[in-house]
């Protein structure tokens, strides 16, 4: 272990949280209708979603889906919201969309997930409050869908606020705080490079403690599209 941290302070200008400050001002200034053209929203409900095109007509870029088999399914959103009533059956009969939301944020630390209902119970409504990003009621009015949609969609698309929940997501897993130091210094690399973040860890794996940890998060960062999509903002700003 000495060894990994000794060559983690020879890293030549290693990456902090603080670079991202520096630079996320240049997506964010961005106009709402903008970044909502950019950002893919995925609604998952086994009802026909009332709002749909109201919100499309206000440009954003939404898909709904009955159900999903898979979570590959979800795979090109950066953004999903989820009923939690009549979703997820096919992975937790009996929490449904409860446990579809705990799959996603497993999966895909980088997406936004927005939980909403209408028929849950309490409990569920409850859990759901504390484990997805955001909660709406399904009659809410369509200014609380905007408001809260163009807040998820600066969260996906702010790198700080991004970094965070990956870093959330790798202490929650276990990943020692060496590790998140590290996958920090590489996940700021990868967005001024070239160079996916899945092929910059992989070649850096030896220095990680425990490479095995990190590995299931960077695939969910690989696949999650976010990351991608902040590189493309900043490489238009520059």
């Known amino acids: 272990m000495i060894?990994?941290?000794?060559?983690f302070y020879i890293i030549k200008?290693?990456?902090?949280?603080?670079?991202?400050?520096?630079?996320k001002k240049s997506i964010l200034?961005?106009?709402?209708?903008e970044l909502r053209k950019l950002t893919k929203i995925l609604v998952i409900d086994d009802k026909p979603f009332t709002p749909l095109e109201n919100?499309?007509?206000?440009?954003?870029?939404?898909?709904?889906?009955?159900?999903?088999?898979?979570?590959?399914?979800?795979?090109?959103?950066?953004?999903?919201?989820v009923?939690?009533?009549?979703?997820?059956?096919?992975?937790?009969?009996?929490?449904?969309?409860?446990?579809?939301?705990?799959?996603?944020?497993?999966?895909?630390?980088?997406?936004?997930?927005?939980?909403?209902?209408?028929?849950a119970?309490?409990?569920?409504?409850?859990?759901?409050?504390?484990?997805?990003?955001?909660?709406?009621?399904?009659?809410?009015?369509?200014?609380?869908?905007?408001?809260?949609?163009d807040a998820s969609i600066k969260s996906v698309l702010d790198p700080v606020e991004n970094w965070k929940k990956i870093r959330d997501r790798?202490?929650?897993?276990?990943?020692?705080?060496f590790d998140c130091a590290l996958l920090e210094h590489f996940y700021i690399k990868?967005?001024?490079?070239?160079?996916?973040?899945?092929?910059?860890?992989?070649?850096?794996?030896n220095n990680f403690i425990n490479y095995n940890k990190i590995k299931p998060i960077v695939e969910g960062l690989a696949y999650g599209g976010a990351i991608e999509l902040i590189k493309s903002l900043l490489l238009k700003a520059f």
């Open 121 to 149: 119970s309490a409990d569920i409504v409850e859990q759901a409050k504390l484990e997805a990003d955001e909660f709406l009621s399904k009659d809410a009015r369509i200014e609380e869908w905007v408001q809260v949609l």
């Open 29 to 33: 200034i961005k106009l709402p209708h």
């Open 170 to 177: 790798a202490i929650i897993t276990g990943v020692s705080l």
């Open 190 to 205: 990868s967005l001024n490079s070239k160079i996916s973040i899945i092929k910059i860890v992989e070649s850096e794996k």
């Open 55 to 81: 919100l499309t007509s206000q440009d954003y870029r939404i898909n709904w889906l009955p159900d999903v088999h898979g979570l590959d399914e979800c795979q090109e959103y950066n953004i999903i919201l």
């Open 13 to 23: 200008n290693p990456h902090s949280i603080d670079d991202l400050e520096k630079i």
């Open 83 to 119: 009923d939690l009533k009549g979703t997820g059956k096919r992975f937790d009969a009996r929490e449904q969309g409860l446990h579809l939301i705990r799959e996603l944020k497993r999966r895909y630390p980088d997406k936004s997930i927005i939980a909403y209902s209408a028929g």
């Open 3 to 7: 060894t990994k941290l000794f060559n």
